[in-house]
């Protein structure tokens, strides 16, 4: 039934029982046997858990309810994504440019409140809206008394209303039926719970004002970067535990049907939580030093999830076996340590080796290498300590001892040796069912060619969609990329933010602009100096955008003077469509000037001095132009807007150094910070993985002794990948599930496949397909050692595992299928991905390819290790009277 079982007369099992009863074992004498000493040492663990079981139960339940406090904690303090520009890239070099000059700038949020008329009406700025407005205002002053330096600016309607101001009130959408209140705040990471509490009272205000207003008045609404990012954290956090509970009782039905026990049943779901907790606490500590993300606890979830169900299962089924076979309980946990427990360390190294990829990309993505192994790492730890020890104490919640079975005639030719029908005996379970028949076919000559080659003709669709998407002269994935993506398609936030685009001027209604700073210090030149407080820096200024406006006319996103916001221009000139230039003299009249302070242009002046101590930097050494472009700030056309927009800048640098020289031009924006993310790890993504995979089946070749089984592994792991993405593709770029009308299977935009789910899923299906094969081949390798032949052992080790493969392959399935029912379209997709992968690895790959592929030329299977010569062959090509002839060696040691 489970991987990791081996005969108790040949092999580990004659093993345990001498020990138990203080004889010596018995031993096989065929050379190149790699497992003898590692069966020693781990029967001797297996003895020192016994012996410790209540210290271990024990250990264990204390140990969670210590730290269920800190995995609380680290809930409240996990983070979105965070986007930190890689190194030696242009953003990080322009980053600490701009750090230098503007100290608080990449920490500066704008969040707004837009107050609609439900019906048309001549004007949103109502006396109804000036009071709620001076409600929510009050709430956000509030905060400012509470947490001073937080709250940088506060502007509404009502503040450009009725005051001396040259030019229109850009609070006010176009159409009269929306006007805007708006706040500008410092939220360092230390300071987010802060922020994310007054979003949530601004939001309770909000829902009693549009409680309280009628049909016909107005509809109160919130967005923005605190408001977006706290949205999908409530999101995850709601929807995530409401669809694992909708759709739980799926898995848990297929592992008490596995189980066959009611009782091994809540042995299986007991380990859960105790691993959730443990892991998660021990992860509050990792917190405390560095930013642990959502993203990361939701990885950490569903890796315990199928972690614990898969191992579980495959340690309580072997356990039934033995018990099964008439073994008493001490003995038969001794196996499961020894032997299941064994092939789940080696599971959770490859695992582990798998995630470590992950410490080869940019922040955020090395962290989840820590949050992943340090889940993979408590779940094996459990259930090689904690499930066998709570067994041993409470021995009622396992299966119940049978008698040993007698004789029966079965398939295949039985030596005369007690010995080797001991062998025979506990093979014939697995000698029935679709498996063993599956496994007779596909590892027969011309079968175990002809199917391999149809399937992969199959596929191949899938693994050239995939390709299109590969750059394999550069080495790349082509990855996609919106801020749509990552937003819950039932957020109010993103549907508000989407209006306010629409509807308000740009400067108001873009959340994340991009900042261009004039500096005299930058790559090209990090000493000069230069003074932005006259004319010429003025003209430079002016010119510099003028460049960008030409640079982008006649594409989709052009742009003119009304996407700029700047002190050194204003509207645009009528005859040329460029910036209209101000005069330096004129500017500082304006802020300076007494009569325009408090006489005329009052407003004017203090907003244009407002401006002027954002833009200008306290030295006055620089000087920041902000760019609005009416997009999404994440999408494939914005980020080639950042390129055209830098090339335009280091163009139009060469150019003024002519008059000014040590000028520079820089720019800045969290999506020009994405998009050289993204650069970087789709280049480091491919080298990870194949450095990876080059481990893990270095490790696989030494733990087996086998130098070849690498090279047939190679084709059911690394071609599988491809038809997962080539799916995924077809799904979510191509559109082919569209017409279902589920959003959760459709496109989002042209975005394509977000680019954080092949992160986030590609380690995690080379482990799992790898640890799946683990599971076959090492039973497939113990049936070998028992004198079976060749494909007779692939057979066996197919039946033997093929039930509960499927299960656990099934249970995982099931579990990520969650993913699929959620709001938020990244989730989606690796929810899409994950389901996808485990699906074909578990029916198509472990059941058929594998087999199928070990059965061509079998003897490479092992090489250089020696099998001993079969004694038990029925799919063989030999004639049977050779085969009852043969005579084994250890006929005579067997009985000693």
Request: aromatic share 10%; proline share 5%; with cysteine.
């Amino acid at each position: 039934m489970d991987a990791g079982k081996s005969s108790r007369e040949f092999g580990v099992g004659a093993f345990s029982k001498a020990n138990l009863l203080g004889k010596k074992p018995l031993k096989k004498h065929h050379e190149g046997l790699a497992h003898d000493k590692t069966e020693d040492s781990c029967f001797s663990v297996a003895r020192a858990i016994f012996g410790l079981r209540y210290v271990f139960v024990i250990g264990w339940l204390a140990l969670a309810v210590f730290l269920a406090p800190f995995a609380y904690q680290l809930v409240l303090r996990a983070a979105p994504m965070t986007k930190k520009p890689p190194s030696n890239t242009a953003s990080s070099a322009a980053m600490e440019v701009f750090e230098a000059h503007y100290q608080h700038l990449a920490i500066l949020r704008r969040e707004m409140v837009v107050l609609r008329c439900k019906q048309h009406c001549p004007t949103a700025g109502t006396v109804m809206a000036k009071g709620f407005v001076q409600q929510l205002t009050d709430i956000v002053k509030r905060f400012e008394t509470e947490n001073p330096g937080m709250i940088v600016q506060i502007h509404s309607y009502f503040e450009f209303a009725g005051h001396h101001q040259l030019g229109e009130n850009p609070m006010i959408s176009r159409d009269q039926q929306a006007i805007l209140l708006q706040w500008i705040w410092r939220v360092p990471p230390a300071s987010k719970a802060k922020a994310e509490a007054l979003c949530d009272e601004i939001k309770a205000e909000i829902s009693f004002m549009n409680d309280y207003e009628s049909a016909d008045g107005l509809e109160v609404s919130a967005t923005g970067l605190v408001f977006l990012d706290h949205a999908m954290k409530e999101t995850i956090i709601e929807e995530i535990p409401v669809h694992e509970i909708s759709t739980i009782w799926l898995p848990f039905l297929i592992l008490a049907v596995a189980l066959r026990s009611g009782r091994m049943l809540l042995l299986a779901l007991l380990p859960m939580p105790i691993e959730i907790l443990v892991a998660f606490g021990l992860m509050y500590f990792v917190s405390l030093q560095t930013t642990v993300v959502l993203f990361a606890l939701m990885m950490m979830l569903m890796l315990c999830t199928s972690l614990s169900f898969d191992y579980s299962l495959f340690t309580l089924t072997r356990y039934a076996e033995e018990r099964a076979a008439g073994e008493e309980v001490e003995p038969a946990i001794l196996t499961v340590i020894s032997q299941s427990g064994r092939v789940v360390v080696v599971s959770g190294c490859v695992l582990m080796i798998a995630w470590a990829a992950m410490l080869g990309l940019p922040s955020p993505f090395n962290g989840f290498c820590v949050a992943a192994c340090s889940m993979i790492l408590t779940c094996v730890l459990v259930q090689l300590t904690f499930v066998p020890s709570l067994l041993a104490i409470l021995p009622f919640l396992g299966s119940p001892r049978a008698e040993r079975g007698h004789d029966e005639e079965g398939v295949g030719i039985k030596p005369k040796s007690t010995f080797h029908d001991d062998a025979y005996e506990k093979a014939k379970p697995h000698m029935q069912g679709p498996y063993f028949t599956l496994g007779g076919v596909i590892t027969r000559s011309p079968w175990n060619v002809i199917v391999p080659l149809a399937i992969y003709l199959v596929m191949a669709p899938l693994t050239n969609r995939m390709s299109r998407n590969f750059d394999l002269a550069m080495f790349k994935f082509k990855m996609g990329h919106s801020f749509e993506l990552t937003v819950p398609r039932s957020a109010t936030e993103w549907k508000t933010l989407l209006a306010i685009q629409r509807d308000f001027p740009s400067s108001v209604g873009i959340l994340m602009p991009m900042m261009i700073m004039m500096t005299g210090a930058g790559p090209l030149n990090a000493s000069a100096v230069i003074d932005v407080s006259n004319q010429d820096a003025f003209d430079a200024n002016c010119q510099m955008a003028d460049a960008l406006i030409r640079a982008t006319r006649g594409r989709p996103y052009a742009l003119d003077a009304d996407h700029f916001v700047s002190a050194t221009f204003h509207g645009e000139q009528e005859d040329t469509k460029l910036v209209d230039c101000n005069k330096y003299w004129e500017i500082n009249m304006v802020r300076t000037n007494y009569l325009s302070q408090h006489l005329f242009l009052t407003h004017t002046s203090a907003h244009l001095q407002e401006l002027w101590s954002q833009l200008v930097s306290e030295h006055k050494h620089a000087m920041l132009t902000f760019l609005f472009p009416t997009m999404d700030p994440f999408s494939p056309q914005a980020f080639e807007l950042f390129q055209t927009v830098r090339e335009a800048l280091e163009e139009e640098t060469i150019t003024l150094r002519q008059r000014h020289p040590g000028i520079s031009f820089l720019t800045f924006s969290p999506g020009s910070v994405l998009m050289d993310l993204i650069d970087v790890t789709s280049g480091q993504l491919p080298l990870c993985f194949v450095c990876c995979a080059m481990v893990c089946l270095t490790l696989i070749a030494f733990w087996f002794g086998s130098a070849l089984i690498p090279f047939k592994l190679l084709l059911t792991v690394i071609v599988p990948i491809t038809w997962t993405y080539g799916a995924g593709l077809f799904v979510y770029e191509d559109g082919w599930l569209n017409f279902l009308g589920y959003p959760g299977l459709g496109t989002t935009g042209d975005a394509g496949i977000d680019w954080t789910v092949p992160m986030f899923t590609l380690t995690f299906m080379m482990g799992l397909a790898l640890d799946y094969e683990i599971f076959l081949f090492e039973r497939v390798r113990e049936f070998r050692e028992e004198g079976f032949g060749d494909r007779e052992s692939i057979q066996l080790g197919l039946a033997a595992t093929g039930g509960t493969i499927s299960s656990a392959g099934l249970i995982m399935a099931l579990t990520f299928v969650a993913q699929l029912l959620g709001s938020i379209p990244v989730t989606n997709q690796m929810g899409f991905i994950l389901v996808f992968s485990i699906v074909v690895d578990t029916f198509v790959v472990r059941s058929i390819l594998v087999p199928a592929m070990l059965s061509i030329l079998p003897c490479t299977n092992y090489w250089p290790s020696k099998m001993p010569e079969p004694k038990y062959e029925w799919l063989s090509l030999r004639p049977r009277g050779d085969i009852e002839g043969d005579e084994d060696d250890d006929d005579d040691d067997a009985t000693e």
